[in-house]
């Protein structure tokens, strides 16, 4: 089955946010002390994700990334991607990841079927992680890096470019490339941090960061974007990994979007700048059945908007106070 949305696009790809809590603070998702964390009764159970993801599919999602905040803070997350890997007629389970606790259930993950794993890494240098992140765990990702690798599980590194926090962490990123079968992406900061910092344009875009590498890499070429690819994608000749560079808050690729979200706490979101179309969870602890939320999921499809652009002049997000990231599911 082909779930599509109200401009035709193709609708496949469902990002669940399974907690909003997490071991690190990166500087451009929350603040220091936090966020206000959902209390257990907010967040979806489970059962309820269970019962969520196993209707998408059969609607037509065929990968579903599991996200947050931290997924692997969560307790007995490893049964949600047990129960995730055994559904019929999913294709592609995939985690994004810290790293900073998954290094010793990289056997289990690659026992499930994952075959990739996001990690994020912003930076190579110890003290720049710690500036970043407020928390000492470099060693502990690298770690995780290197026990996917080791298990043959595709490695992608996020890597958010932040003006005055990682500039110079690009080109050490890039040339991890050479000798290691990995993707770096650099992504374009967004405005989710939690707190009220915002901006209204942006220095370091997927120009600028692309012109920092050339003007080290001037032999690197553009390679095919897979589908639906969120990267322009790039091999520097004799490199064994691949670099990208993900235009997120430039959003040039909404023309293609193939995405879903589900928050912690149940909101469904069509598009990550929207406000949230209606809430999963409430419905379903409403006693609805499957046919009226299979029906609540295709009217949200069904009014999706454009483009980034227009979900957020819908939520008038310039003006308001930013969600983090860790509420929303990167
Ligand atoms: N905790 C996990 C992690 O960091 O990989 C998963 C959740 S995190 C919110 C998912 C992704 O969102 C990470 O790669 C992170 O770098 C990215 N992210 C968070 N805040 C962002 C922001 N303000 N702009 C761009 N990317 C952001
Ligand atoms: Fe945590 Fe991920 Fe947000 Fe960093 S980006 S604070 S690791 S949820």
Redesign the pocket.
């Known amino acids: 089955m082909v779930l599509k949305d109200n401009h035709g696009r193709a609708i496949n790809y469902l990002r669940l946010?399974v907690t909003d809590r997490?071991n690190?603070r990166?500087f451009?998702?929350m603040p220091e002390e936090g966020i206000d964390w959902l209390s257990r009764k907010d967040l979806m159970t489970y059962e309820e994700m269970m019962r969520a993801c196993s209707l998408l599919v059969k609607m037509g999602i065929q990968k579903i990334r599991i996200?947050?905040?931290?997924?692997f803070v969560r307790k007995d997350i490893m049964s949600l991607l047990e129960g995730l890997a055994g559904l019929q007629g999913l294709d592609e389970l995939t985690v994004?990841?810290?790293g900073v606790v998954t290094a010793p259930l990289v056997p289990d993950l690659k026992k499930l079927g994952i075959k990739s794993v996001?990690?994020?890494l912003?930076t190579l240098d110890r003290n720049r992680f710690f500036a970043i992140t407020h928390r000492d765990e470099l060693p502990a990702v690298m770690e995780t890096m290197d026990q996917l690798l080791r298990h043959g599980i595709e490695v992608k590194i996020?890597a958010?470019v932040m003006e005055g926090k990682n500039i110079g962490d690009i080109i050490p990123l890039v040339e991890l490339t050479k000798d290691l079968p990995v993707s770096v992406r650099f992504?374009?900061?967004?405005?989710?941090?939690g707190g009220d910092k915002h901006y209204t344009n942006l220095t370091w875009d997927h120009v600028q960061i692309l012109k920092t590498i050339k003007d080290r890499f001037p032999a690197i070429e553009k390679i095919k974007d897979p589908a639906y690819s969120t990267s322009y994608n790039y091999n520097i000749p004799g490199h064994k990994g691949s670099v990208g560079i993900i235009a997120?808050y430039t959003r040039s690729f909404c023309g293609t979007c193939n995405r879903i979200r589900i928050t912690p706490q149940g909101i469904l979101k069509t598009c990550l700048y929207d406000a949230g179309v209606f809430n999963v969870k409430d419905l379903m602890r409403q006693s609805c059945n499957d046919e009226e939320l299979a029906a609540s999921f295709l009217i949200a499809l069904g009014k999706r908007t454009k483009d980034g652009w227009e979900a957020e002049q819908q939520r008038n997000l310039l003006t308001g106070t930013h969600e983090s990231?860790?509420a929303?599911?990167?």
């Open positions: 946010a997490c690190l990166c451009y998702c996200t947050g905040g931290e997924p994004t990841t810290n996001n990690l994020s912003d996020n958010v992504i374009e900061e967004m405005p989710f941090n997120a990231m860790a929303i599911g990167g």
